[in-house]
Each structure stands twice: as structure tokens, then as C-alpha cells.
């Protein structure tokens, strides 16, 4: 048996033990969570998440009925969640007001990024929630061996690992007494992933390079590409890519003639409903790519390898396995197999 089809079978046999029972919380809990402890006493009544990510982790824990009010939306919900999330008030498509969270009275805020809520946040410092007694939880894919002092949206020391997503969704289960759900998701997810990079293996790539493009300030400036350490890196590296950006920053600014120099196989672009810089809109993006002078002269341009990716499967969220699968397919669509 292949190490990838013994990883395979692994993922599955975590999927079919994730079954048994898991032990239930014990109250009063302490949790270690982002630099800062937190403490229940018993599971939140009421939720309030800033950030899609948070949102999407309790509806997939079966926690919709505690969600108050969400904020922080790059696209649709996933579409088994889209009835619940029609009855759950959003307080606002980007960043909510400190006022307007606290006013839901929740029991928990449930946070993706530190910028939004952390030692400089946007919205508010942890230490305000806490003041007020709401606790606030940070999901750890946005702070395990991560700073988000350095660079616009942080700097990772470590790649990053879908372990530090299965971390936040078992954290937020133990937090609601949910482990049997947490446990269940992680299995899926770990069974997900194993069956994209088993596929991905089994095309014998070799040389293949690629550039994420999340977006841009402006249409005609550097954009904000994928650095080697964070999601779409991870992706990269477990399917045999070559990430052609060198940075260690989460979202670094690269000139296109450096990223045409380059000429990577691939160019994965983000689609999102979010619309706060013009390049959000990936149809912008592709006709930028087809009509400017530099970046129309790539291979991947000339020969129509180009992958649209769900924004949010970009980032560190349970959407990162559906991004792996989708950058999977489009290998095998490419013809790549060597």
C-alpha cells in the first residue's frame, strides 16, 4: 500500500472513530487561547462572531440556534447553512462596531482575525469585550506561530498546517459541549484532504509553480499575492507546487513584473461577494490578466490555466480542504500528469 493510500485509510478510520462518544465538557473551563486565558462556567447561551471563518465553524457544530449576530462577510454562506443564516441578524458586511456587537448581549465573540479583535482591533481590543464581561475567542489559524505586527495582515515564523483549524474547531465545540460534532468535522475534513493530495500525488507533477491572487488596492498596482507560509502555501506544498512568492508575510505586495518573470504554471485567482477594493471582483481580475501588457504574456494566461477560488478557501478557514480539492481538479483538468 502507498504512503498516500495508508494516509487515506487513516482518514478514514479517524472518520469512523470520530463516532464513539466524546467525554463532555467539565465547567469551570480555562482555555489558553491566542496569548490570553478564557473561562467559562458553563456552555454560552448567545454568540456574536466578526468574521465569516468563526461563523461558519459554529453552523457546522449544529450552534446556528446560539449565533445573535454575525459581521465580516467575504461570500455567500455555504449553501447548507443559508436557512439558518437568513434568520441570524448581520450587523455588518465588513467590520461591526464595538457598540453594536455588545448590544446583543452575547456570551461569546467568536473572532477570524486579530486585526479585527486583538491587542490593536479594529473593532475593539479583547480587553475591552472582557471589561464588559464577554469573552472573546480567537480562532488559532490566525495566531499559532503567527504576528500579526509585521506586514499588513501578519507574518507566519511556521507554515501553516489545517491542524490549527482542526485546533479552533475542537476548542469551540469543547467551549459549547459539542466534541462529538467537533470531532466528527475534523474527521471529515482530515478524510477530504487526504483523498485531494492522494490525487494530486498520483499525477507525478513535476515542476509546477503557481501565484494566488487575492486582490489589489487599485486595478492598475501590485496585488496581494499568497507568501509561502500561509493557507495557499499549504495547499501548494501538500499537492507538489511551487510557490512562487517568497515572502513570509500572509498577503504580500508583488510586482507583476517579478510574478511574469517568474511565469508560473498556474494563477489561482480569488471570487468573492466582498467588494472594498476594485480587484475584488474576479471578472476584473481576468480581464486584467487577458488584456494587460505584462501579465497577458504568461503561460498560464496564453493557455487558459487560470483557477477561480472561493476567497474564504484562501484563507485559514474550514474552507481551505474545499480549495485543496479544487486546486486538485484543476491539475488533473490542466493536464499536467507527467
Known amino acids: 500500500m502507498t504512503a498516500s493510500r495508508l494516509a487515506l485509510a487513516a482518514a478514514s478510520l479517524a472518520f469512523l472513530t470520530a463516532t464513539a462518544a466524546a467525554e463532555p465538557t467539565k465547567y469551570p473551563l480555562t482555555l489558553e487561547n491566542c496569548g490570553e486565558k478564557i473561562a467559562f462556567d458553563k456552555a454560552p447561551a448567545s454568540a456574536v462572531t466578526v468574521g465569516q471563518a468563526a461563523t461558519e465553524v459554529l453552523y457546522s457544530l449544529g450552534l446556528g440556534d446560539k449565533v445573535s449576530g454575525t459581521s465580516v462577510w467575504f461570500t455567500e454562506v455555504l449553501p447548507q447553512f443559508k436557512a439558518i443564516n437568513d434568520k441570524i441578524e448581520r450587523l455588518a458586511d465588513n467590520d461591526p462596531s464595538f457598540e453594536s456587537v455588545v448590544a446583543k448581549r452575547p456570551d461569546l465573540v467568536a473572532v477570524q482575525f486579530e486585526w479585527h479583535v486583538g491587542p490593536s482591533g479594529i473593532v475593539a481590543t479583547r480587553t475591552q469585550f472582557h471589561d464588559v464581561g464577554i469573552p472573546t475567542y480567537v480562532l488559532p489559524t490566525d495566531c499559532v506561530a503567527k504576528d500579526n505586527t509585521i506586514g499588513v495582515d501578519g507574518t507566519r515564523s511556521e507554515l501553516f498546517s489545517t491542524a490549527a483549524i482542526h485546533q479552533g474547531v475542537r476548542e469551540l465545540a469543547t467551549i459549547f459541549d459539542m466534541q462529538d460534532k467537533g470531532e466528527e468535522l475534523v474527521a471529515d475534513l482530515t478524510k477530504r484532504e487526504a483523498a485531494a493530495v492522494e490525487r ?128 486538485a481538479d484543476s491539475l488533473e483538468k490542466f493536464g499536467l500528469a507527467k
Open 200 to 327: 494530486a500525488k498520483a499525477l507525478n507533477l513535476k515542476d509546477v509553480s503557481a501565484v494566488f491572487w487575492f486582490s489589489s488596492a487599485e486595478m492598475d498596482i501590485d496585488p496581494y499575492v499568497a507568501g509561502r507560509k500561509g493557507a495557499p502555501a499549504y495547499m501548494m506544498d501538500k499537492l507538489g507546487i511551487r510557490n512562487i512568492a517568497g515572502s513570509d508575510e500572509e498577503w504580500p505586495v508583488v510586482g507583476w513584473e517579478t510574478i511574469a518573470k517568474a511565469n508560473p504554471t498556474i494563477i489561482v485567482i480569488a471570487r468573492m461577494d466582498r467588494r472594498r477594493f476594485p480587484a475584488d471582483d474576479y471578472e476584473k481580475k481576468l480581464e486584467f490578466l487577458k488584456t494587460d501588457p505584462v501579465a497577458s504574456q504568461m503561460d498560464a494566461v496564453k493557455n487558459n490555466r487560470i483557477v477561480v477560488m472561493d476567497a474564504h478557501a484562501m484563507d485559514a478557514t474550514i474552507r481551505t480542504v474545499s480549495g485543496i480539492e479544487a486546486l
